[in-house]
């Protein structure tokens, strides 16, 4: 983590306000539902406490993951003089020639990637591919399928 995370300002934030959610209204609830599990009796054979405490550890792990992210994060901001080129943060939206399909991604540090949500990770292969794009340019990413080819229809930030 010598390099710190990379983040975007609004992947900064949003992990930001996570870990204030959790570390205070999600705590409370998971300390009140091991008091009210408590209050059942023998805990060797309660699962909801059991449940409870996994639950605070899954938490209490989460609370840590997002402080480290938080203290080594290095918020990168487009640089100047970078045109309409991909970058950090930039909205891209590419051209599938063989599928005859067009898709829209954001570029972010590998901590805020989610392929689901189309965010995707410039240390990825096809982040990788992207940077320094302009419109018009063509990228090749492999996949485990083979060779996909997409041309960059858009750059936005």
Do not use: C, W
Request: no cysteine; net charge negative.
């Amino acid at each position: 983590m010598a390099n710190g995370i990379q983040l975007t300002k609004e992947g900064y934030e949003k992990l930001k306000k996570e870990l204030e959610e959790l570390q205070g209204p999600v705590r409370m609830a998971i300390a009140e539902a091991i008091r009210e599990a408590k209050s059942h009796g023998d805990l060797r054979e309660n699962a909801a406490y059991h449940e409870a405490k996994l639950n605070q550890t899954r938490l209490e792990f989460r609370i840590n993951d997002l402080e480290k992210a938080l203290l080594h994060a290095k918020i990168v901001e487009r640089p100047e003089g970078s045109g309409d080129t991909a970058h950090l943060g930039s909205k891209v939206t590419l051209y599938d020639e063989e599928f005859d399909d067009e898709l829209t991604i954001t570029l972010v540090g590998s901590f805020e990637a989610d392929p689901a949500k189309d965010m995707v990770s410039i240390g990825s292969p096809m982040g990788e591919n992207l940077i320094g794009k302009g419109v018009g340019d063509v990228i090749e990413v492999q996949t485990p399928g083979g060779t996909t080819r997409y041309v960059v229809r858009n750059v936005e930030m």
